[in-house]
């Protein structure tokens, strides 16, 4: 929520116990709900709501959590819990109120990627939009590095980190922001199956990754999907093991940019001497700066 106007926000509604219509829906451990709430304050919220006061006696939600149980009683542990939530709400300064959160790392959401992908015919039926942005997140989440969730009608000169994967559909105006953005000495981090349509989900002509062609300095037309089971290795020039890629690998033809790793021999394009890049450095400067990354 932070992340759409950049200001304070109200969590409108938090389960005080469990919800009701996950796969499995988990009791909240003594002191979690008092964990997420804070979390969201420090988050950029400045009211933590709950949904709901008293449980439902009928209708889909009957089974959700509440503040107040079927039995009516404001003795149990959600109650008083969500009771000394208050008490410590009470103790915080006013002047929070009026504190914002900043982030040096900005994470690119795009509602046109994420349908775009939904709804392609190929290369794989392993695209999956929303659990590769998670995946991002949750490396920068896990090493305390905050992140502000953006959209591409958001300005990126402020962060010194912006990360865009998958992102499928670019728009002409996103595309020149990337472009100011890197030539400026911005990080600007992509993977495969960004920027190949417009917002229309027109294909954009003259070769992947088309609309990021120039900025990333490089080119390709060919993209192998990969069985489930199936894994390729990534090596340095040495042929030493850097790592493992899966679902999709671009056959990379490089101009500007630099390769730091390449695909193994358990694949044909192995041997071509510019084609079996995945991971990408900053692109060699000419006129400006630039520093676009692409990785898969």
């Known amino acids: 929520m932070f992340g ?38 420090a988050h950029g919220a400045n009211s ?8 439902s006696l009928s209708g889909a939600e009957k089974f959700h959590g509440a503040i107040i149980p079927h039995s009516g009683q404001t003795t149990g542990r959600i109650f008083k819990e969500i009771a000394q939530l208050g008490t410590d709400f009470q103790q915080l300064p006013a002047s ?17 990627s994420f349908w775009g992908l939904e709804n392609s015919i190929g290369p794989t039926t392993k695209l999956d939009y929303v659990q590769m942005v998670h995946r991002y997140y949750a490396l920068f989440y896990q090493a305390g590095i905050a992140v502000d969730l953006i959209s591409t009608d958001m300005a ?22 990337v472009s100011e953005y890197v030539a400026h000495g911005g990080q600007f981090v992509t ?18 990754p088309g609309a990021f062609h120039e900025v990333l300095g490089l080119t ?16 340095d020039q040495q042929t030493n093991v850097l790592g493992t890629g899966t679902t999709l ?40 700066v630039r520093n676009p990354i692409l990785t898969s």
């Open 96 to 112: 929070l109120l009026d504190t914002s959160k900043k982030a040096q790392v900005a994470l690119v959401f795009d509602w046109d």
């Open 249 to 288: 690998c671009d056959l990379i033809q490089v101009s500007t940019a630099e390769p730091l790793a390449y695909y193994g021999d358990s694949v044909f394009y192995q041997a071509h001497q510019l084609s079996p890049l995945t991971i990408l450095a900053p692109a060699k400067p000419t006129t400006s």
């Open 191 to 208: 993977t495969t199956m960004a920027g190949l349509t417009d917002d229309h989900d027109h294909i954009i002509p003259g070769g992947y």
């Open 220 to 235: 390709f037309d060919e993209t192998d999907a990969l069985p489930n089971e199936q894994s390729v290795a990534l090596v």
């Open 156 to 177: 990126l000169i402020d962060y010194d980190l912006v990360l865009a994967p998958k992102l499928y559909a670019a728009n002409a105006q996103f595309t020149a922001k």
């Open 4 to 41: 759409l106007k950049q200001k304070p926000f109200l969590l409108m509604e938090q389960t005080p116990n469990q919800q009701n219509w996950q796969p499995f829906n988990a009791l909240k451990k003594p002191g979690e709900v008092r964990m997420f709430s804070f979390q969201a304050i």
């Open 48 to 55: 933590v709501q709950f949904f709901q006061l008293k449980q």
